[in-house]
């Protein structure tokens, strides 16, 4: 039987502006989707898969490799299957229709990285919606990577907050952050340093603005570790964010150990 359902929220991204007036190809890092969800069945969740346009994400072609599963090739390949064949990850919702529908026989709520939720989930009313229902439950809600952006849907002016930022008005993006239901919380996410690793060698190009610095502008208390893509997760309340690919196993015990607390009180 269920311990009860986790809502892993996608991204339907597949390019993301640079600086210049171009556009990179993006999307979603696998071990960032399915380690987190294989864990979350193993451990006795159901997982519903939701997305802004009801259609599986977007691979970011940077993370299909077994580099990203510690060079095990078998762990690779059993992840790739899952994310192709298994119907937690096939059987995808619209995050729209799953906020209609209600959310409260959600236990819990993960949002994956890659930079797609950079280009969608950070400005998307209906994770916005989902999210404050979250927030105001104190029900668990963990983000990885380039995931933590996402929190800012939560804003009433999200789109106008990416809007400054990428018109790089610091001040106006604080301004419109103002009502934000995670300011002051201690959070990671994907560090600028890190950044520059995918832009020198992936993007060939510069992004309008850093995970940390746009949170920070938020109100968030971020904090990055002092060596890169080295596994780093921080709580806070409710909030669990994980701060690279490397802290998928991490942020998957994290997230369970706080969803099973809550399922022992209930």
């Known amino acids: 039987m269920s311990k009860g359902k986790v809502l892993v929220v996608g991204s339907s991204g597949t390019r993301i502006e640079v600086q210049g007036g171009r556009f990179g190809a993006t999307g979603q890092y696998l071990n960032e989707t399915v380690v987190p969800a294989m864990a979350l069945i193993a451990a006795g969740y159901e997982v519903v898969l ?3 346009s009801g259609t599986q994400p977007h691979i970011d072609e940077a993370s299909d490799s077994a580099v990203h599963f510690g ?3 078998a762990a690779y ?4 299957a899952f994310f192709a064949k298994d119907p937690a990850m096939t059987d995808v919702h619209v995050l729209r229709t799953v906020a ?7 236990a819990g709520v993960f949002v994956p990285g890659g930079q797609g939720p950079v280009v969608d989930l950070m400005q998307d009313p209906d994770l916005g919606e989902i999210l404050r229902h979250f927030h105001a439950k104190a029900k668990p809600t ?3 990577c380039h995931g ?3 929190t800012v849907a939560a804003m009433p002016h999200a789109r106008e907050f990416r809007s400054a930022l990428i018109a790089g008005d610091p001040a106006k993006a604080g301004e419109w952050a103002k009502g934000w239901q995670y300011a002051g919380y201690k959070m990671t996410v994907f560090s600028a340093t890190e950044e520059k690793v995918i832009e020198d060698q992936i993007l060939h190009a510069k992004l309008y603005f850093n995970m940390p610095d746009a949170l920070r502008t938020a109100g968030g208390n971020v904090s990055v570790t002092a060596t890169d893509f080295e596994p780093y997760v921080i709580e806070d309340r409710e909030l669990i964010t994980g701060q690279n690919p490397r802290s998928d196993h991490p942020i998957a015990t994290a997230l369970i150990a706080a969803l099973d607390r809550k399922v022992a009180k209930a």
Do not use: S
């Open 100 to 106: 209609e529908q209600g959310l409260d026989e959600y």
């Open 71 to 73: 060079g095990d090739e």
């Open 142 to 144: 963990a983000l990885l």
């Open 148 to 150: 933590p952006i996402a």
């Open 50 to 52: 939701a997305t802004p």
């Open 77 to 80: 390949q059993k992840a790739k």
